[in-house]
Nanobody
Framework: QVQLVESGGGLVQAGGSLRLSCAASGSIFSINTMGWYRQAPGKQRELVARITSGGSANYRDSVKGRFTISMSRDNARPTVHLQMNSLKPEDTAVYYC?????????WGQGTQVTVSS
């Protein structure tokens, strides 16, 4: 089993910053990709950013230049971070961590990000 523990969500004013982190633990083999998705009320879940184990990253257009995704090993656990700067009210959503391994994928429980205008 794999567990994904997210942290770093919260309430921030427009123009502010937040840093999300997601630490993976358990039976982890051959990570392919780690990433972040988000889902706003009444909308479909959408990809925000993802990064491969080789360090290749891609972002949805609306966050390019504002968000940065990175991967590290914190306390020996694969961890993905999302640095979010210049936040906008339209970034408000529940953010979900996603882990893809060779034959399986896992989701975190979600963390709320609210940006006030």
């Amino acid at each position: 089993q794999v567990q994904l523990v997210e942290s770093g969500g919260g309430l921030v004013q427009a123009g502010g910053s937040l840093r999300l982190s997601c630490a993976a633990s358990g039976s982890i083999f051959s990570i392919n990709t780690m990433g972040w998705y988000r889902q706003a009320p009444g909308k479909q879940r959408e990809l925000v950013a993802r990064i491969t184990s080789g360090g290749s990253a891609n972002y949805r257009d609306s966050v390019k230049g504002r968000f940065t995704i990175s991967m590290s090993r914190d306390n020996a656990r694969p961890t993905v971070h999302l640095q979010m700067n210049s936040l906008k009210p339209e970034d408000t959503a529940v953010y979900y961590c996603h882990l893809i391994m060779v034959i399986s994928d896992y989701w975190g429980q979600g963390t709320q990000v609210t940006v006030s205008s």
